[in-house]
């Protein structure tokens, strides 16, 4: 079964400076995709981030990229320059690869990072 | 464009009722996702639906839940006799059919309080 872990629960960071958002995964699967999601208060999930298995160079979307150390099963998020918008619950999530020949690209997710900008 | 949209936004039932949930996907998009978040929590995959039909309901909690796609396009949820631990946020999340590395596009949610 596949795990997502952030042990965040909260994060605060000055405007203007850059955070870490840790996340690791466990599967037994080789090929694997990796998300990050940011939930305002809105409630909606907006997508950040993709970071394959495959991939060999880390993610880059923005300010936004993707830190992958396969061998230690980490993902973490680096938010560049922070701005006020960016307070919110961010979530790592993993695509479950299984293709059983019904097609399911299920999201497993975490539990989430409150990050909150202090101006 | 038009992203996806859910209704209603917010729905308080009384346990023991019935609720139907609606999701618009966003027109194109053959992949249909519902997940149930609940308070503090981040989202749980309940079902997958491609086109109309429902490839995989293994994280339907109970045979309560009861989710179609009839036409290949709007989803509802249903949820009956509900209870309090039905209380939730439910998600629909629509994929587009080219490359599985593609993001799924989520809605705003609909929040269910079970009273």
């Known amino acids: 079964a596949q795990k997502i872990t952030q042990t965040q629960p909260g994060m605060f960071v000055q405007e203007k400076e850059a955070v870490t958002l840790d996340c690791t995964y466990d599967?037994?699967?080789?090929?694997?995709?990796l998300f990050w999601y940011k939930q305002p208060s809105s409630g909606e999930m907006i997508f950040l981030i993709y970071?394959?298995?495959?991939?060999?160079q880390n993610a880059t979307e923005g300010r936004y990229s993707l830190n992958f150390q396969k061998a230690r099963k980490s993902a973490n998020l680096v938010i560049s320059a922070s701005q006020l918008g960016d307070s919110a619950m961010y979530f790592c999530?993993?695509?479950?690869?299984?293709?059983?020949?019904?097609?399911?690209?299920?999201?497993?997710f975490g539990k989430g990072t409150k990050l909150s900008v202090i101006p | 464009g038009a992203g996806v949209s859910q209704s209603p936004r917010y729905k308080v039932a009384k346990r023991g009722q019935d609720v139907a949930l609606r999701c618009d996907p966003i027109?194109?998009?053959?992949?249909l996702f519902w997940y149930q978040q609940a308070l503090g929590q981040g989202p749980e995959f309940l079902t997958y639906?491609?086109?109309?039909?429902?490839?995989?309901k293994s994280g339907l909690p109970s045979d309560r839940f009861f989710a179609e796609r009839p036409e290949g396009s709007v989803s509802t949820l249903k949820i009956q006799r509900t209870q309090q631990e039905d209380s939730a946020v439910y998600l629909c999340?629509?994929?587009?059919?080219?490359?599985?590395?593609?993001?799924?596009?989520f809605g705003p949610g609909t929040r269910l309080t079970v009273t």
């Open positions: 999340a629509s994929q587009p059919p080219s490359g599985i590395s593609r993001e799924q596009y």
């Open positions: 999530a993993m695509r479950d690869p299984a293709y059983s020949g019904a097609g399911s690209y299920q999201l497993t």
């Open positions: 970071q394959g298995s495959y991939d060999e």
């Open positions: 027109s194109g998009h053959v992949s």
């Open positions: 599967t037994s699967d080789q090929s694997y995709g």
């Open positions: 639906f491609q086109n109309e039909a429902q490839l995989d």
